[in-house]
């Protein structure tokens, strides 16, 4: 029996595809580091016409990593799942319904490129909770845990 191919390879090609009018996909940048079970990819997006990076670094208070990339997803193999780790744009970006492209993208191939999820860590001082509930119909499956949230592809 044949192996499945890996998840990220396949995730990593498909947002290579990824176009919106506020990036230039010709740019984008797609970083991936492989750590099995789980690997970590980082997206960069580009303005159209300044070039410019539109994600937001976020800096961090750990010595060894001084800032978290601003779109970087985890992918599990065991669980097929995809969990976006950040997604964070500049506020000159924001409203422009670049994030909520992306992760449409995603849930609407997710399920041919192999996932079984996507699921994120909502931060629970925003109304981002409702935003993943009733944008993209994830769920909060944890009462101990209410900014984990989850959707099954």
Not at 13 to 28: A, E, G, R, V
Not at 96 to 120: P, Q, Y
Request: glycine share 4%; aromatic share 10%.
């Amino acid at each position: 029996m044949t192996q499945p191919l890996s998840l990220t390879p396949r995730i990593f090609d498909h947002l290579t595809k990824f176009s919106h009018p506020h990036i230039n996909p010709q740019k984008t940048d797609i970083y991936a580091k492989n750590t099995p079970p789980k690997s970590r990819i980082t997206l960069k997006l580009y303005h159209p016409d300044t070039d410019e990076s539109i994600d937001q670094n976020l800096p961090t208070n750990i010595p060894d990593i001084p800032y978290l990339p601003g779109i970087s997803f985890m992918v599990d193999e065991h669980l097929r799942d995809l969990e976006i780790s950040t997604l964070y744009l500049k506020p000159s970006y924001q409203h422009h319904r670049i994030g909520t492209a992306l992760i449409t993208h995603l849930i609407a191939h997710g399920k041919t490129l192999g996932l079984e999820s996507l699921s994120c860590i909502a931060d629970v001082e925003t109304n981002a909770k409702t935003y993943w509930q009733n944008i993209h119909g994830f769920i909060t499956p944890r009462i101990y845990q209410p900014q984990y949230h989850y959707k099954k592809l």
